[in-house]
């Protein structure tokens, strides 16, 4: 799945894993900051979510990281995350070409954590 993503014009931002129970990003590119972009927490063999922020990415990166109960979409990612986390390695991605839009993409990969196809 991560293939088909960056082929799409999608790059790797880091990736989530379990750490004595805690919830830890490891960021590809420390500096990194766009804002105004599609993103999607996927694994080797899924896509789990796919969104869109004005905020900028680090923003979204500690709210998905630590979760957030004042937004409770990204309080419901981080907890989505945590549970694939002890099973595979979970991926953020972003898209930098600007050409993919997130309805398009949760209707190609049918995400689980899109609900309502949202």
């Known amino acids: 799945m991560i293939e088909s993503l960056l082929e799409l014009g999608f790059i790797k931002v880091g990736r989530f894993m379990l750490s004595n129970e805690t919830l830890d990003f490891e960021r590809v590119d420390v500096n990194y900051n766009p804002h105004n972009i599609v993103w999607v927490i996927a694994t080797n063999i899924e896509v789990l979510y796919v969104g869109e922020t004005n905020?900028?990415?680090n923003t979204v990166v500690k709210d998905l990281e630590y979760g957030n109960k004042h937004r409770a979409t990204r309080d419901r990612i981080h907890s989505l995350i945590e549970e694939y986390a002890t099973k595979c390695e979970v991926y953020l991605l972003i898209d930098i070409t600007?050409?993919?839009?997130?309805q398009d993409l949760i209707t190609k990969f049918l995400p689980v954590?899109?609900?309502n196809g949202k």
């Open 98 to 102: 600007g050409n993919n839009l997130k």
């Open 113 to 115: 954590g899109n609900l």
């Open 55 to 57: 905020d900028d990415m």
